[in-house]
């Protein structure tokens, strides 16, 4: 995770060694070569690939561009707002391993699940986790783009929810490898333990919008960050909302920042009409490099 970027740009390893010094570990080292079982970790995992996209974004140097707007998906959004200017690299590095804690105690072990549905719209999606509620919570998590929702909840509920979403239509339904249910109201102990280490941080207000997972509305003032950031643990991620309100501001150029590509993708099916890039390593940055004219 990130490993190319970081041989072809020595100056990365500035980003890393600052972020080892708050996580008190080599963060460098647990992405480059593992071992998988300590990165997969959700409070290791949150760290890297905030570091790894932010480091990203240092490779892709944007202070020669101003963003019309910047969003994240869910864990994501805290990278938004280190590179919009709302939030301190240090304060992000710790808060975000911390988030990590919080998630993966709020529940027992074992006893979450995470499921995305294919082929059905989100109103169908939100009917059968009503249906399903009587097994436990379930609750859709991830409007992801037209077509694809991700549910997540206890066990039982989210087996019985998909079973109602294929009678309503659902073309396939993927369990994820993820036993954390984000983005539900499971995670409601995790928001309020977060809130309080939120507190402590200094905000500033932002050099351009974010688009905010909680509601999928632009968040300019410091103020209303930390509160945001607190519904957006057990509310849903309305991506799909997001990525049209960009959209909507005249927005014609998506760049995704960070490992993977999987909201480039999602960017197309929402907006098919805008041009997307992305940064995840030599290559990717010299196209994007050269497309944005930098």
Partial sequence: MGKALYEAHPELKQVYEEASQVLGYDIAALCFTGPAETLNLTEHTQPALLVSSLAALRALDATTMTPAAVAGHSLGEYTALVAAGGLAFRDAVGVVQKRGRYMAEAVPAGTGSVAALLGLDADAVRQACREAASAG??????????????????????????????SKGCRKAVFLPVSVPVHTPLMQKAADRLAKDLATISWSDLRMPLINNAEAKAIVQAADIQPSLVRQLPSAVLWEDSVRAIAGMGVKTFVEIGPGSVLTGLIRRIAPEAATLNVNDPKTLDATRTALGL
């Fill in 137 to 166: 919570v379930v609750q859709a998590a991830n409007f992801n783009s037209p077509g694809q929702v991700v549910i997540a909840g206890e066990k039982a509920a989210v087996e019985r929810a998909i079973e109602i979403a294929k």
